[in-house]
């Protein structure tokens, strides 16, 4: 299962490659490693808040575990989308950001997991998973309403549009190596998160095992 | 036990603990006297600038204020764990939370409204759109950042670093909701466009946040 | 009455926040017949309030009138229009007002939670009293002490609780000691 993963992934990643570099027309590389990122971020987080609602309703550890894992592969994701847009951005408009919806909600939405990772990292005990659930449901609540917020917010205050509509005017061999290493990019999230999750899974043991190990020193004293 | 019956009794108590100690209102106040004096020497606006930064500086000092009210508004529950006490009663986890977030909201307009004023003398403020729709700015953003707030308050109290956490919880997702207030604000003052879509982004987000709050909080007070 | 002995540690004070459901148990499940009334190591109180202003508030929770509140109160021998803050009570009258909020449901089963801790001789006697009056007006009551002889009067049995399981359980206090 792991070596499969692994296999898959590093196959994906070299065949996305090539397609970016010697297939798909030169302007901007840096495009089909930015719109997968994006895609694959939201889509980590929408599992997040799945495995947060289920962890509020199952009350499984292993809910837990998998929230864990998605918010974090989920955050290095965004990572990507915001460092390699200002380098996209800066030599294709000459700025190296705007506030333009897709690019604020993204930095928004980076800001709202960082913060869940923060209330996860300096909680203690069982109710980390609880509260980190609820922050997890706010949080996704919150995205659809800063997208909007912005948009209306950028369309009161005109400015030179920039790029076109999503997807428009992509050759096909574009959409192609895009699709491409979106797959890759998936594929390497799934395979990260399992890893995350098996790891979480072994620190949940770890530490059911150690409270049951300070019951016992109550016998020796 | 009615949901409104628990909640008024939690209103009262909390309006009554912090009329004796007025811990919140005597810092939250003071603090907020002190960053409108600050911003006014730091920005020396004419009057046409300062309609259009009035707006976002205003809310920024109230966010930082409600945030010191809010870091308060746990901590006597705690003490001598009476939550506990709560949490024995048959009376609705969601009632502790609503009057709760009525009491900060209480706490967090009285101080708004001793601000306010000062803002406007410094600044010389004269909006030029309908000064009436800015009390509804202000009860919805308020509202907006109260109930949120009361909320992760209830997390951070339940992490190691309890004052440092709230804001990190509570600015990334207020951030739609500060820039309506902020916009609203801004385009009644200067007169430039009309408020009412953010007056009405606004509501919508207190209706949303309200609800999660209320059907997640008894989750997060039993989560021991 | 039965008094809870046993070492720091051994799960006492745990058994009592999860027969209260505070606290969540990691197996098991704990079984009461009957309301539940609960006076733990802390107060439970709020420092800035009247005891009346303080009992009135947890009553409202109960759906109870201030009627039952007075009733509480001067049950435990406090004055119901004290007006002093409980900030400003002794250690012991804030343990008979806790004692108070704990019996303002009048509830069948009473837990107590080191009821004698940091108090002085005159008011552990008067507390140990007032649990025995309890005791005979047919409530079932569980007492965690430090200081079993403060009951020995009252006291029906007493449980040894060691490594979170009963060890002992005996009739008189000889016999657990023993």
Not at chain 1, 116 to 128: A, D, K
Not at chain 2, 34 to 46: A, C, D, H, Q, Y
Request: proline share 4%.
């Amino acid at each position: 299962m792991k070596n499969l993963l692994i296999a898959v992934t590093l196959a994906l990643l070299i065949f996305g490659f090539y397609q970016a570099i010697y297939v798909a027309p030169e302007e901007a590389t840096i495009f089909y490693y930015h719109v997968p990122s994006a895609w694959t971020a939201m889509l980590l987080f929408f599992a997040n808040f799945l495995a947060s609602i289920a962890y509020l309703i199952w009350r499984s550890p292993k809910s837990d575990a998998w929230a864990l894992a998605f918010a974090e592969a989920g955050v290095v994701y965004c990572t990507i989308v915001l460092v390699t847009g200002p380098l996209w951005a800066k030599p294709v408009w000459g700025i190296w950001w705007t506030w333009d919806a897709r690019l604020t909600t993204t930095l928004v939405m980076w800001l709202i997991y960082v913060a869940y990772l923060m209330l996860r990292r300096f909680s203690e005990g069982q109710q980390t998973a609880t509260i980190a659930a609820a922050l997890a449901v706010f949080g996704f609540l919150d995205v659809p309403i800063v997208y909007m917020s912005i948009r209306w917010w950028r369309t009161q205050h005109p400015q030179p549009v920039i790029g076109g509509g999503q997807g428009s005017g992509i050759a096909p061999e574009m959409k192609f190596a895009l699709f491409a290493n979106w797959a890759a990019f998936m594929a390497m999230a799934a395979m990260t998160c399992w890893f995350r999750y098996q790891i979480a899974r072994a620190e949940q043991e770890q530490e059911h095992a150690a409270a049951l190990e300070s019951l016992k020193t109550v016998e020796v004293h | 036990m009615t949901l409104w019956a628990a909640t008024r009794a939690n209103l009262i108590k909390d309006l009554r603990l912090e009329w004796r100690s007025k811990d919140a209102l005597n810092a939250t106040g003071f603090f907020s006297l002190l960053v409108v004096v600050i911003f006014s020497f730091s920005f020396e606006p004419t009057a046409e600038e300062a309609r259009r930064i009035a707006g976002g500086l205003i809310w920024v000092a109230f966010l930082f204020a409600a945030i010191i009210a809010l870091n308060q508004t746990w901590a006597r529950e705690l003490r001598h764990h009476v939550l506990d006490g709560y949490r024995l009663s048959p009376a609705p986890a969601s009632a502790l939370f609503l009057g709760k977030a009525l009491g900060n909201f209480i706490f967090v307009a009285a101080v708004e409204a001793i601000t306010a004023p000062l803002f406007i003398i410094f600044y010389n403020l004269r909006a030029v759109g309908d000064a009436s729709l800015l009390i509804l700015v202000f009860l919805f953003g308020t509202w907006a950042l109260v109930v949120n707030g009361t909320f992760f308050a209830a997390l951070s109290i339940r992490t190691r670093n309890r004052e440092v956490m709230l804001p990190l919880l509570l600015f990334p997702i207020s951030v739609p909701a500060v820039l309506a207030m902020v916009q609203a604000t801004t385009f009644i003052l200067t007169g430039d466009d009309s408020p009412l879509l953010w007056i009405k982004l606004l509501i919508g987000y207190d209706v949303i946040f309200t609800t999660a709050g209320l059907l997640l909080f008894p989750t997060v007070l039993n989560a021991e | 009455m039965s008094v809870l002995l046993g070492e720091n540690g051994a799960g006492k004070s745990t058994l009592m926040r999860i027969a209260c459901g505070l606290a969540q148990p990691s197996s098991g499940s704990v079984t009461l017949h009957g309301t539940l009334g609960y006076m733990a190591h802390a107060t439970m109180l709020y420092d800035e309030l009247t005891g009346m202003e303080n009992l009135s508030y947890f009553a409202q929770l109960y759906g109870l009138t201030d009627s039952a509140c007075i009733a509480a109160i001067s049950a435990v021998g406090l004055d119901p229009a004290l007006a002093r803050h409980v900030r400003d009570y002794s250690q012991g009258m804030r343990q008979r007002l806790s004692l108070a909020r704990a019996i303002l449901n009048e509830p069948e089963i009473l837990l107590l939670d080191e009821p004698f801790s940091n108090v002085d001789i005159a008011s552990t006697s008067q507390m140990a009293k007032l649990l025995g009056e309890l005791r005979d007006r047919g409530k079932t009551l569980l007492v965690i002490t430090h200081q079993p002889a403060a009951l020995s009067k009252v006291a029906d049995e007493y449980i040894v609780l060691r490594e979170g399981r009963i060890t002992e359980r005996s009739r008189t206090l000889t016999e657990v000691w023993a």
